[in-house]
């Protein structure tokens, strides 16, 4: 295998739907392996090892759980599914486990499970630059940039990783982002934020202010103002994040499992139920059809905890 294959495997990655959620769940095990091996030099790993920290991830950047029930072994469905082409998956008797066993914690534990990626995979690995080049197209097809930072930090991962290769393997192009977009927003919305009203300036430049996508542009999100608010780097953050959402008629909505202790904290808080800035006349507004998607699949309801 190239890293060229690898790419396209990686590119091909089905992308998983529980209903007509979307379910991250393979993307978030294949960055926790690749920064496992970034650390260790290996990826191998049994599901129990696996099943706090993959949950975890998952359960912090993926949509909210209707149930809390299972958020402990949310990990089990990407370690059983993950396509074969990546990945293999053993008992402890060392018998190769299918896609069809079941996809329950206490069956993989009791099981012995446990995997690791291709040894021709974790060979192309070694090269930083191949590494380097499988962790960007992971985020940048299935995360929005706002979050990649916080999911960096969450794996481990320095943020130096992806711009320290000399080179790189060829990746599929990224799907472009529409020249002008981010200042028609701007625009649109006064350059203030669409939550606070923040709207610093620097000389005659916007300092803090960024257009942000309601329905990710990695979801396929589209470069249109229906899809768009101007907003403030830290409830651009909380957004996308899921700590601040929408509701049909426009009012913020603070998720329940949002915790501040300090007065600038509950400053977010005091955001509650307050109602959207419009858009400046002649300005479409927010499309309900994202609001929702950002409703069901973003927005971090009680359940999740």
Request: net charge neutral; with cysteine.
């Amino acid at each position: 295998m190239s890293p060229e294959d690898l790419m396209s495997h990686l590119t091909r990655l089905r992308r998983a739907q529980i209903g007509l959620r979307r379910a991250p769940h393979k993307p978030l095990l294949l960055l926790w392996l690749l920064a496992r091996f970034h650390i260790c030099g290996t990826s191998a790993v049994s599901y129990e090892e696996a099943e706090e920290p993959v949950s975890r991830l998952i359960n912090d950047f993926g949509p909210a759980l209707a149930s809390p029930s299972r958020a402990r072994e949310r990990a089990a469905m990407p370690f059983v599914h993950l396509e074969r082409t990546l990945w293999e998956l053993h008992d402890s008797a060392g018998n190769k486990l299918g896609p069809d066993v079941p996809e329950r914690g206490a069956r993989l534990r009791a099981a012995g499970a446990h995997g690791r990626l291709q040894s021709d995979i974790e060979g192309l690995l070694t090269d930083p630059a191949t590494l380097a080049a499988a962790v960007r197209l992971l985020l940048d097809q299935h995360f929005t940039p706002n979050l990649q930072p916080s999911l960096c930090a969450a794996l481990g991962l320095e943020p130096t990783l992806l711009d320290s290769a000399a080179r790189e393997p060829v990746t599929p192009a990224r799907r472009a982002r529409r020249a002008g977009f981010a200042e028609e927003v701007l625009r649109a919305y006064a350059y203030a934020c669409a939550f606070c009203g923040y709207d610093g300036m620097l000389g005659r430049n916007p300092v803090g202010l960024e257009a942000a996508h309601i329905r990710w542009h990695s979801q396929d999100g589209p470069d249109a103002l229906t899809n768009a608010l101007a907003l403030c780097a830290l409830h651009h953050t909380l957004f996308d994040l899921g700590v601040l959402g929408l509701t049909d008629d426009l009012r913020i909505s603070v998720s329940r499992l949002y915790v501040a202790r300090s007065h600038a904290g509950g400053t977010v808080d005091a955001l509650h139920q307050h109602p959207l800035t419009a858009p400046r006349p002649g300005h479409p507004a927010p499309g309900r059809e994202y609001v929702r998607w950002h409703h069901d699949q973003v927005f971090k309801h009680a359940g999740t905890a």
